[in-house]
């Protein structure tokens, strides 16, 4: 009886130290909290307003070329080849412009992101680390792609390659 009494108390030990090891992994709702915070949905509007006005831009240039084309190929038959020749010419300078327009408009657009968003990702993560620090976690992961948003644990990588006999 006292043997069943020792190994029911070392089990007991056993189950307390893997839940105090336990305690120092968190999960957090990355996404959650992001759309929560007042500021993503001020840069997400933002955003959008700039994205509209962009493409509305480049829908109206797109728009008057579609008018010109239309024109050109009405007229075409009674036009000189050389004149033909010009208004295509001048068609596929505007096919290249709206192209550059959108390549423009989704580099402005990016940086627009990194701009906006890069205070926002910033405050998060500080919440996050503070969060970390005060409730003793060493590890935070997202709770919906299980990505390590977090870590001040021990690194093992040199352990492992002192195992694995590699430097």
């Known amino acids: 009886m006292k043997k069943l009494s020792v190994l029911f108390a070392a089990v007991i030990m056993v189950v307390s130290v893997s839940m105090a090891k336990a305690q ?15 500021e993503k949905k001020k840069a997400d509007t933002d955003i959008k307003a700039f994205l509209d ?11 008057a070329g579609q008018a ?4 050109y190929s009405e007229e075409a038959p009674k036009k000189t080849a050389d004149e033909n020749k010009a208004r295509e010419a001048e068609l596929q300078k505007i ?7 959108q390549d423009k408009a989704q580099k402005d657009l990016q940086a627009k992101q990194d701009v ?8 998060l993560n500080d ?11 060493e590890f935070i992961m997202d709770a919906n792609s299980a990505a390590l948003v977090y ?8 352990a492992v390659k002192k195992e694995l006999g590699i430097n």
């Open 151 to 158: 870590k001040s644990g021990a690194d093992a990588t040199a």
């Open 53 to 63: 006005a962009k493409q509305a831009e480049i829908k109206k240039k797109a728009d």
């Open 24 to 38: 120092k992994l968190a999960t957090v709702d990355l996404m959650g909290v992001l759309n929560a915070m007042p």
């Open 127 to 137: 919440a996050i680390e503070k969060v970390a620090k005060t409730s003793g976690y």
């Open 68 to 71: 010109k084309l239309k024109q």
């Open 116 to 123: 906006a968003f890069g205070p926002i990702e910033k405050k």
């Open 95 to 101: 096919q290249e412009e709206i192209a550059q327009m």
